[in-house]
């Protein structure tokens, strides 16, 4: 190239860079709030907190006898690996490694359905919308429907209404779609959701697998969007999440990165508009749906000791409280506006002896059900004073 | 050979000036490519500003059981875990 031509590059690149001074100049200018404050440039790791914390908000603070267990549901001669509450009438069903589903009304902690099931290795449960029904699966790979007001058989055991048979590999985690009881989505180990025709027992859609993109390892957890049932989240052993529409088999509308190891647990915010997930990376992260943004880490350092997992998380009714069950059997409450862990019911007045698997908030958000390897279920809720504003 | 000695004086002085412009065209792709990273960061940051003043506003303006500072309305059927039998050890018995 000439010196000439060389010239004209030079001068063309002055201009260009001035050009994004200004566009830069400008951009920040905007970038307030409605109140006038300026934003810092937090990294986005920490964002939803930076920003909570430069309008003024302080974090939730609990007294110590605020959240209390209020119920043990003992029964289970196992690990309790899932539960599930039904929308209404504060019912609950749990899986465990006794290989048994129970069905317990948790305000008078009494059982009325204790299930043996054809295969002992249970891993999800799920009840159905109406709450006549339950739902399990696990390492058999299928996925088995129980009618709660069907005859038992001579052995009094409860049979089974429908099996859902299909998955190549283990079902993770099974959940009904709301409002009724006919669909159900399930994820597995063979690397794919399945969106199945309880009526007719067959796979109505399959989400991702060797014909079309989606999660490239098990798929551990999905969690449906509770006000747009059409939109369901799954999370992954390849550490990813991802956001599907059940109308589009052939590829995830869009891929959430960011965790560094398996993420096994993740549940849709209260209004649909975000999701929050769980890993095996020990943290929690919060996502936006719309736009794909990573808005908030949740993680606590622990010095040189290792990273406990998390196995599972819930949102209070609000959103405010994000609950975290550990491999080490902590279970974090965190101020999800501030990132803050502001109470551990692993180390409160009768928490559990062991590791939280599964936690759940009862439908009208007064309660949370805790299930733990210790084969306890228990139910927490607020008794101390509350403030309205 | 007075002409040709200058000649190559002019030809090194051009070469010079040409490495000279070339190393002040690297610099400003450099700094154009950093300048263009940061917007992107910005428009990110704005994005996810409108995101999360959508959610203060959605998590406040909502009435929990499980705050000890909340909206209203409340619901006294939020205290039903504390009415009733208090008892924390419940139905005791084994399934066989």
Request: one cysteine or more.
């Amino acid at each position: 190239m000439s010196v000439a031509e060389l010239k004209e590059r030079h001068a063309a690149a002055i201009e260009a860079v001035n050009d994004l001074r200004e566009r830069l100049k400008q951009r920040r200018q905007q970038l307030l709030d409605a109140d006038g404050h300026k934003l810092h440039s937090f990294s986005l790791l920490y964002y939803l907190a930076g920003y909570a914390r430069s309008l003024g908000r302080s974090q939730v603070t609990f007294g110590p006898t605020d959240l209390v267990c209020c119920r043990t549901l003992q029964g289970h001669t196992g690990k309790v690996y899932s539960l599930d509450w039904t929308p209404e009438r504060d019912r609950i069903v749990s899986a465990s490694q006794d290989g048994r589903l129970i069905v317990w009304n948790a305000q008078t902690s009494q059982k009325t359905h204790a299930i043996k099931l054809p295969c002992a290795w249970v891993m999800t449960c799920a009840f159905s919308p109406t709450g006549q029904s339950v739902a399990c699966g696990g390492l058999d790979g299928m996925c088995s429907i129980f009618n709660l007001n069907s005859a038992t058989d001579r052995d009094g055991n409860l049979p089974v209404s429908v099996t859902l048979n299909g998955h190549k590999g283990y079902v993770s985690c099974c959940q009904y779609v709301p409002d009724e009881d006919i669909h159900i989505i399930t994820s597995s180990g063979d690397q794919t959701c399945v969106l199945w025709d309880i009526t007719t027992g067959l796979r109505t859609t399959v989400f991702g697998g060797e014909f079309q993109s989606g999660h490239t390892a098990d798929v551990l957890s999905v969690s449906i969007n509770g006000t747009n049932s059409r939109v369901f989240v799954s999370g992954s052993c390849d550490g990813t999440a991802r956001l599907w529409d059940t109308r589009v088999a052939s590829r995830a509308m869009r891929t959430f990165q960011g965790h560094e190891g398996d993420v096994n647990t993740l549940k849709f915010f209260p209004d649909g508009n975000r999701f929050g997930t769980g890993s095996d990376d020990g943290t929690c992260r919060l996502f936006d749906i719309r736009n794909g943004h990573q808005l908030q880490v949740y993680y606590q350092q622990h010095g040189d000791k290792e990273v406990p997992l998390v196995t599972s998380i819930a949102f209070s009714i609000s959103g405010r409280l994000l609950f975290a069950g550990y491999s080490n059997g902590d279970c974090y409450v965190w101020d999800t506006l501030l990132a803050r862990v502001v109470l551990n019911l692993g180390s409160v007045k009768n928490s559990h002896e062991n590791r939280i698997s599964c936690l759940g908030l009862s439908a009208d958000g007064s309660s949370l059900c805790t299930g733990s390897w210790d084969t306890n279920l228990k139910i927490w809720a607020f008794g101390g004073h509350r403030k309205v504003i | 050979m007075q002409s040709g000695r200058s000649q190559s004086m002019v030809g090194r002085i051009d070469t010079r000036g040409k490495h000279r412009i070339q190393a002040e065209l690297k610099r400003l792709d450099q700094e154009a490519r950093f300048l263009e990273e940061e917007l992107e960061h910005l428009e990110k940051m704005e994005k996810a500003s409108t995101a999360c003043k959508e959610m203060l506003s959605k998590v406040e303006s909502t009435p929990d059981p499980l705050l000890p500072i909340t909206n209203g309305p409340l619901n006294l059927t939020w205290d039903r875990w504390f009415e009733g039998p208090q008892e924390s050890q419940g139905c005791k018995c084994w399934i066989l």
